[in-house]
């Protein structure tokens, strides 16, 4: 098995590990070159079938695992939650539950009985971390605040230091809790002081579904496009309003993210790199003119 995955408060036994087999050791394991998917939000007034179409083309390319960013089901009805939990099982389909790596958002836990129900579906506790050959992944829990808690700090602080010898290190939640630091530029604050000092090169956000990327002292800042959930603002593609999804290639310790749009049928798609993107949407090199 290819991954080395951790957790904290682990969840009882659920549904999608059935399919699992992980591999609880604390050696990294994998292989150095491999292709992942971040996807953002599914949910959040849902367009329609908008969220099968994207998750039909990252799935094409064969990731090795998929990211979420939280917004899974529509959710706040905890008699609802479980046949929604369904659905997400069906669109999946066939796709490894233990490639699926899931971020609570908002949309997921509402309550302590939908909070039950995120751990038994996601096959993890709403915080956890897990490895893949060089890279290590984050996840943390803002779905119930705007703010990351002293908690989730602690967490975060622990789980860094565990394992500072990673060499790529990724932070995920739901809400950038991070945003107006970084609009302002400001890099004292405890999120950004623990990325500095264990070398975490990428924070990656859902809930705005708006692609914007920020750069402070070297740490990018992601905030993902919807996958299904609805588009906000004026909604031009410009400004980061588009469906789409999120390719990362990691090849010998570097990561390389594409963001692909996935227009509706018959529509130009167009794919572009991080640096493409910055806090007010895409370079204005890039944008098509008047």
């Known amino acids: 098995m290819s991954f080395c995955r951790r957790t904290w408060l682990l969840a009882p036994a659920v549904f999608w590990l ?3 087999g992980f591999v609880f050791s604390g050696q990294p394991a994998g292989p150095g070159d491999f292709h992942f998917v971040i996807l953002g939000d599914r949910t959040g007034e849902t367009q329609g079938d908008t969220f ?3 998750w039909s083309e990252a799935g094409a390319g064969n990731p090795v695992f998929v990211v979420t960013v939280g917004d899974t089901i529509q959710g706040f009805q905890d008699a609802s939650a479980e046949s929604e939990w369904h659905e997400v099982e069906r669109i999946f389909g066939s796709y490894r539950r233990d490639r699926l790596f899931l971020t ?5 836990i509402w309550s302590p009985a939908s909070e039950k129900l995120f751990s038994k579906y996601a096959g993890h506790p709403p915080h956890y971390s897990f490895d893949y050959g060089p890279a290590h992944f984050t996840i943390l829990d803002n ?11 602690r967490f975060l602080e622990a789980d860094l230091k565990a394992h500072a ?3 790529l290190k990724f932070i995920v939640s739901h809400r950038p809790s991070w945003l107006f630091n970084a609009v302002a530029a400001h890099t004292d604050f405890p999120l950004h002081r623990l990325a500095r000092q264990y070398g975490v090169q990428y924070v990656i956000a859902g809930h705005l579904h708006e692609m914007l990327h920020f750069r402070l002292e070297g740490v990018d800042y992601i905030s993902v496009p919807s996958a299904g959930g609805h588009l906000r603002g004026n909604q031009k593609y410009e400004d980061g309003w588009f469906f789409g999804y999120i390719g990362v290639d990691v090849k010998q310790n570097k990561a390389n993210f594409r963001v692909h749009e996935v227009p509706l049928p018959g529509q130009p798609r167009r794919v572009t790199g991080l640096n493409d993107w910055g806090p007010a949407g895409l370079a204005a090199s890039l944008q098509a003119p008047g």
């Open 143 to 153: 779905s119930r605040s705007d703010e990351l808690s002293a908690e989730e700090i």
């Open 165 to 167: 010898s990673q060499s």
């Open 52 to 54: 099968q179409r994207v």
């Open 104 to 108: 609570p958002g908002n949309h997921d």
């Open 18 to 20: 059935a399919f699992a």
